[in-house]
């Protein structure tokens, strides 16, 4: 179904990807903290905030961070070279 969506609403489709992505960083920010208690983990509050000071936590989540878009940028262009030396 995506596959046929990107084909003949490929911008639409794009935009309401990117629009979930956006939407999903709020609830994937690393830096949260407990506002409220509960015994189970599903029903616990948090508050997204920015690290007061940046210890070794803070500095290995932006690492992985980093080495994520590495990654992801890194696939991207072998994808664009082979596609390329494949030609038409």
Same mark, same amino acid.
């Given at each position: 179904m995506? !596959?046929?969506l990107l084909q003949h609403y490929h911008d +639409?489709?794009?935009s309401v990807l990117c629009g979930f992505m956006v939407g999903s960083l709020y609830r994937l920010w690393p830096f949260q903290r407990e506002v409220g208690f509960a015994e189970k983990f599903k029903y616990k509050v948090f508050e997204v905030h920015m690290?007061? @000071?940046? +210890?070794? @936590?803070?500095? #290995? &989540?932006?690492?992985v961070c980093v080495l +994520?878009? %590495?990654l992801v940028l890194s696939l991207d %262009? #072998? %994808? &664009?070279? !082979?596609t390329n030396e494949v030609g038409p």
């Amino acid at each position: 179904m995506l !596959k046929w969506l990107l084909q003949h609403y490929h911008d +639409g489709t794009m935009s309401v990807l990117c629009g979930f992505m956006v939407g999903s960083l709020y609830r994937l920010w690393p830096f949260q903290r407990e506002v409220g208690f509960a015994e189970k983990f599903k029903y616990k509050v948090f508050e997204v905030h920015m690290p007061d @000071h940046f +210890g070794s @936590h803070e500095w #290995i &989540v932006l690492l992985v961070c980093v080495l +994520g878009m %590495a990654l992801v940028l890194s696939l991207d %262009a #072998i %994808a &664009v070279r !082979k596609t390329n030396e494949v030609g038409p």
